[in-house]
């Protein structure tokens, strides 16, 4: 076997094994937020957001292992690719970076003290205003994916025209998510340093409880920031680096990106670090 089908097939087995771990991290999350709506009857607003999330994601780093399975054997001559699961890849992609940003703003709104007649009103509504949000973001993310659609079929062939063009609609499309995003988490993260100073000009110096809130939201909101920034690097270089090696690089990011920060939301969030807690301790049992 040739380095180059050596350097083909581990970047092929880097895809499978970061796109598994997601695709399993993404299950968990849709499963047990699913028992829990179904135990209490309800759902809250942040848990919606998590969910939608986590499916969309699912079925975006399924296509993803579909589509690199039977494309990417050998990068340098990738086969033909139906415009319709590009589609449908572009689609889920630019779908979880939008509801990225709307859980995001979510948290940004609900813990952040406004004083702007505005602002509170959107804090006041803005759990009332999720549905209508992931409603929103579904047509947002059509529009973006559908330059794929009127430029035309997909043939994997880089330094064309049409594969730029293509690239760089889709990227105008989706910058606007990672730009509310940075936003958002820009302000929160201003809001805990005020809060900071705060408590330590009290003697007792002790942590409240809103303390904790901002901490946790904080770390999470860092994760995704740092993750969705190399995630939007990466499609650029695509479209303005544009070669195999770009593109598999590029992928293993967008793919890490999806996996990583679903591991991360388990870790940092309590009640799936309970639930997976409890269902490996069933697994030990049960062997």
């Avoid at 630019?94 to 609900?110: D, E, S």
């Avoid at 409603?135 to 994997?156: E, K, Q, R, Y």
């Avoid at 939301?265 to 009640?271: A, D, F, R, T, Y």
Wanted: net charge positive; glycine share 4%.
């Amino acid at each position: 076997m040739s380095v180059s089908a050596l350097c083909n097939l581990l970047c092929l087995i880097i895809i499978i094994a970061v796109t598994l771990v997601g695709m399993l991290g993404n299950g968990f999350i849709v499963i047990s937020d699913c028992c829990g709506w179904i135990r209490s009857k309800t759902q809250s607003p942040p848990d919606l957001l998590l969910m939608a999330l986590s499916l969309t994601r699912l079925l975006f780093l399924g296509i993803t292992l579909s589509l690199h399975c039977l494309s990417f054997l050998d990068i340098n001559n990738p086969k033909y690719a139906g415009k319709a699961i590009v589609f449908f890849w572009a689609f889920f992609n630019a779908i979880t970076l939008w509801i990225t940003t709307c859980l995001g703003v979510f948290y940004c709104v609900k813990i952040i003290n406004f004083t702007q007649p505005f602002l509170v009103k959107i804090k006041l509504r803005i759990s009332r205003m999720v549905p209508h949000l992931l409603v929103a973001v579904m047509l947002v993310s059509l529009i973006s994916a559908l330059p794929v659609i009127w430029i035309g079929d997909c043939n994997c062939s880089y330094n064309t025209t049409q594969t730029f063009l293509l690239s760089l609609l889709y990227i105008i499309g989706t910058f606007p998510s990672f730009v509310i995003f940075l936003i958002s988490s820009v302000f929160l993260i201003y809001s805990l340093v005020h809060h900071v100073k705060r408590m330590q000009q009290n003697p007792l110096g002790f942590r409240d409880q809103k303390m904790n809130v901002h901490l946790r939201a904080t770390k999470i909101l860092t994760s995704f920031l740092i993750l969705y920034a190399a995630t939007f690097v990466s499609e650029i270089s695509m479209t303005f680096f544009p070669s195999p090696w770009t593109s598999v690089i590029s992928i293993i990011v967008v793919t890490s990106y999806n996996s990583g920060h679903t591991i991360a939301l388990i870790v940092m969030n309590s009640k799936l670090r309970e639930g997976l807690s409890k269902m490996f301790h069933c697994l030990r049992k049960q062997t």
